[in-house]
C-alpha cells in the first residue's frame, strides 16, 4: 500500500521518512517524521491503524549508559541529526537528547551494547 501517497493525498499529511525497512510480502518498519494539521494528523494516526499499521508515537527515548560508553565515536557517524557528537575538546560523547529522533540507527553500531531504548 502506498502509505505515504495516501497521507499526502487523502489528509495532507507530509511525511519525512527517516528510516525504512521493508520488503516484499514481509513486515516492515517505517520511521516517520509526520507534518500537517493536528487533527489530519490524528485523523491520518487513527487510518493507518485501521489499516492494521501499527503506530507508536516517539515518548521512545534513547539511554547511553555512561558507565559502559568508551566514547568510541562509532555512533556519531550514524547519527542523521547529530544528536551524537564528540566533544571536540575531550573527546568524550555527548548526547543532545532534543535533537535526537529515536531512528534508533545508533544501537547497533555500539560496540559495548552501551545504548538502548527506554521502551
Ligand atoms: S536514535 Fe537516531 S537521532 Fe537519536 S541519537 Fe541515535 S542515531 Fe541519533
Ligand atoms: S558507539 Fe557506544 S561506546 Fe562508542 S561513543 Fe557511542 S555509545 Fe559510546
Known amino acids: 500500500m502506498p502509505v505515504t501517497y495516501r497521507l499526502a493525498k487523502d489528509f495532507n499529511v507530509a511525511a519525512n521518512i527517516i528510516r525504512a525497512q521493508v520488503a516484499p510480502n514481509?513486515?516492515?518498519t517505517l520511521v516517520?517524521?509526520?507534518l500537517g494539521d493536528i487533527d489530519e494528523l490524528d485523523a491520518a494516526i487513527e487510518w493507518m491503524r485501521s489499516?492494521?499499521?501499527t503506530v507508536s508515537l516517539a515518548s521512545r527515548e534513547i539511554l547511553i549508559d555512561e558507565d559502559v560508553c568508551v566514547h568510541c565515536g562509532l555512533c556519531t557517524?550514524?547519527?542523521p541529526t547529530e544528536a551524537l557528537t564528540l566533544e571536540p575538546?575531550?573527546?568524550k560523547?555527548?548526547?543532545t537528547r532534543s535533537r535526537c529522533i529515536v531512528c534508533e540507527q545508533?544501537?547497533?553500531t555500539c560496540p559495548v551494547?552501551?545504548?538502548s531504548t527506554n521502551l
Open 89 to 91: 575538546q575531550t573527546f
Open 77 to 79: 557517524g550514524v547519527c
Open 106 to 108: 545508533c544501537i547497533p
Open 113 to 115: 551494547e552501551a545504548i
Open 51 to 53: 489499516q492494521d499499521i
Open 26 to 28: 514481509q513486515i516492515g
Open 93 to 95: 560523547l555527548t548526547f
Open 32 to 34: 516517520v517524521e509526520l
